[in-house]
């Protein structure tokens, strides 16, 4: 078999940047969070780190453990459903239907992944697709629950501690909070024991099978960690448009996730936050021209992947060090020219 | 139920599972060979279909279309393949996936574009229309035919991988594309080889399916997810495997179909999922 999937993406260590910046990049997304709903409009920015924290689960598989899943939004729309459901039918308090959210997708990824990580490389990334197509086609078919194409209307967004939530600001508030929650979370997980030892595990899987660690146990709690992260977006997501789209749960979602973080760079906590933000913001204005709108998210995915590898944050480190070589190059020209 | 019932559906189970067979062995020469899960092999099988619909409203000529179609589908593959794939050799396999992904929305919106976002309907040639009587009961002709054209197709298959020397070439660029590139072979030609051929399979298999399922923008979607069980449960380039992974999915398709429509297609993952819970490596246990 060929060297493992997203071996090659990957700048090695993270943490080394990590103690030189510390304090910068959590300046410039608190920054955001602030700035956002200013220039963008509510629904949209509350999409955004919705959608960054969708990307924070897939990340881990993919960024940090070298996993391409290829089905998150089966995580993602599970949960948006099952917490949607209660929601609509039986009234639970948005805490509850948060967590439900969360472990729904958990427990949907631990059996997904179980599968899945009984097997690598291509046939892996093939595995996460059909097994999302699985769900998919449940939830088109149990129309008496979901809706079908229809999806699932009437989700509502009920009060939090009190306090209504359903002005859009208000809403963003929550969101927001929530994502920086969930990055902080992340960013412990990714430098904990367990981080190092998937990414041990994306580097070198049979010596780190040979240090005692049980590869398949890691890649399992990485889905499961993983897929809580997508069922919390998942349920946000339901309470921020009040309906669960049949496309929630569908291959293009899945699709859409694994683009966003690796346009943002996906060897990097920040890449998916940063992809997330260029991605919903992109998709939300071209689909709003044209109703064939995929027809260019699909030639996005073409020339970014052709032209513009790498992503946002590596087309910005580019960027810089040809500035500096350019700096330093002119008067050196200079100099020759007197010779 | 009835038993001539139950036969027909067995026999729409081998019709359907030898399509799926041919989409698995598409798939799995482009995925041995070049190393990516090819995300846009369904929306090239729908395009298949669509091409097959246009050449015969242009020539009148089922079987003219039914070859024009698919070659028309592998050039489109050696497109892909040299002014997409090949300039993302370096880059690695996550880029090249994105892209046969991005590929897949853009050939899909397009036949929505081209054709239409409805449904469409496509009758088989004259000579196939109508039943044929098998004694048990009566069963289309177009379905036989099918069957056997598909059958003819996996045997070609099979022909040229193990009897001809580019076919041995193949299979030797599944196992280990180094050592066929040490030995002087143009792994480059190898690679836009596989995918047009893979495509051509997929092709033909889009433009067969078409009179039997009519024509639908999302057909290749449904259609990708099937590919991609055959070649898990298979095996990469294992074209017996292919078969009976193919067959096992149509015919328990169909089955369900009987008591269960609405859970027809789910029910393909099922099989795939309680496969692997029995044999994790997949029915022929190949790596």
């Known amino acids: 078999m060929s060297p493992a999937w997203g071996e090659e993406a990957q700048p090695s260590n993270q943490s080394q940047s990590h103690s030189t910046v510390l304090n910068r990049p959590w300046l410039v997304i608190l920054g955001a969070v602030v700035l956002l709903p200013v220039f963008v409009r509510h629904a949209i920015a509350t999409e955004i780190w919705i959608f960054a924290i969708f990307g924070l689960g897939l990340n881990l598989l993919m960024g940090y453990t070298g996993l391409l899943s290829f089905g998150q939004a089966t995580f ?26 969360i472990v729904v997708g958990a427990v949907s990824a631990a059996v997904v992944g179980y599968l899945c990580v009984q097997r690598s490389g291509l046939y892996f990334i ?64 990714v430098e904990s024991p367990l981080g190092k030892i998937l990414q041990c595990i994306r580097e070198n899987e049979p010596r780190a099978a040979a240090l005692g660690y049980d590869a398949a146990r890691m890649k399992l709690v990485a889905f499961v960690v993983g897929g809580a992260f997508s069922g919390l ?42 992809g997330s933000f260029v991605f919903i913001w992109l998709s939300e204005s071209v689909s709003a021209m044209w109703a064939r709108w995929p027809l260019l998210l699909g030639l996005a995915f073409v020339i970014v992947v052709l032209f513009f590898r790498g992503g946002v944050v590596e087309a910005w480190a580019r960027f810089w060090a040809w500035r500096a070589t350019r700096g330093r190059r002119a008067p050196s020209a200079g100099a020759d020219a007197t010779h | 139920m009835n038993g001539a019932l139950l036969f027909s559906q067995l026999l729409n189970g081998i019709a359907t599972g030898m399509l799926y067979a041919l989409m698995g062995i598409g798939l799995s020469i482009i995925t041995g060979v070049l190393n990516i899960p090819n995300f846009a092999h369904g929306a ?11 050449v015969i409203q242009v020539i009148g000529s089922f079987w003219l279309a039914l070859v024009l179609a698919p070659v028309g589908v592998a050039l489109l593959g050696i497109a892909i393949e040299y002014g997409g794939i090949r300039p993302l050799y370096k880059a690695g396999h996550d880029y090249q996936l994105l892209l046969t992904f991005g590929l897949s929305l853009i050939v899909t919106e397009a036949i929505i574009l081209v054709w239409s976002p409805v449904g469409m309907s ?31 197709l996996v045997l070609g298959a099979w022909l040229f991988l193990e009897k001809t020397r580019y076919g041995a070439i193949m299979r030797a660029g ?41 024509l639908n923008p999302l057909m290749g979607v449904d259609m990708l997810g099937i590919a991609f069980v055959v070649v898990t449960l298979a095996g990469l380039g294992n074209l017996l495997g ?46």
């Open chain 1, 126 to 189: 093939m595995l996460t697709f059909a097994l999302n197509q699985m769900f998919y086609f449940t939830a088109y078919q149990w129309t008496s629950v979901t809706g079908g194409e229809d999806g699932m209307p009437g989700i509502p967004r009920p009060p939090m501690l009190g306090l209504d939530v359903r002005a859009p600001l208000a809403y963003y508030t929550v969101v927001a909070a929530l994502f920086v929650l969930s990055l902080w979370v992340m960013k412990r997980v």
């Open chain 1, 233 to 274: 977006a998942g349920v946000l997501y339901a309470m921020l448009f009040g309906i669960v789209p049949l496309e929630a749960i569908g291959f293009v979602f899945s699709g859409n996730v694994v683009f966003a973080t690796l346009i943002g760079g996906s060897g990097s906590l920040y890449g998916p936050v940063i």
């Open chain 2, 122 to 152: 496509q009758l088989p040639p004259p000579i196939l229309r109508g039943g044929f009587d098998l004694g048990v009961a009566i069963y289309p002709k177009y379905r036989l035919f099918v069957m056997v054209a598909a059958g003819l």
């Open chain 2, 174 to 214: 599944i196992e280990d594309k180094e050592m066929v590139s040490l030995l002087g072979i143009d792994i480059h030609r190898l690679f836009t080889t596989a995918f047009a051929l893979g495509c051509f399979l997929a092709g033909i298999a889009g433009a067969l399916t078409a009179p039997i399922r009519g």
């Open chain 2, 44 to 54: 090239l099988f729908a395009l298949g279909a669509y091409l097959l619909y246009t």
């Open chain 2, 242 to 287: 292919s078969i009976v992974a193919g067959l096992m999915v149509g015919v328990a398709q169909s089955l369900v179909a009987l008591v269960w429509p609405e859970a027809s297609v789910a029910v393909i993952f099922a099989v795939m999922a309680a496969v692997l819970l029995v044999r994790p490596q997949g029915l022929f246990g190949i790596r």
């Open chain 1, 76 to 101: 993602f729309g599970s949960a948006a459903y099952v917490a949607g459901y209660l929601l609509k039918h039986h009234g639970v308090n948005v805490f509850v239907a948060l967590l439900i959210g």
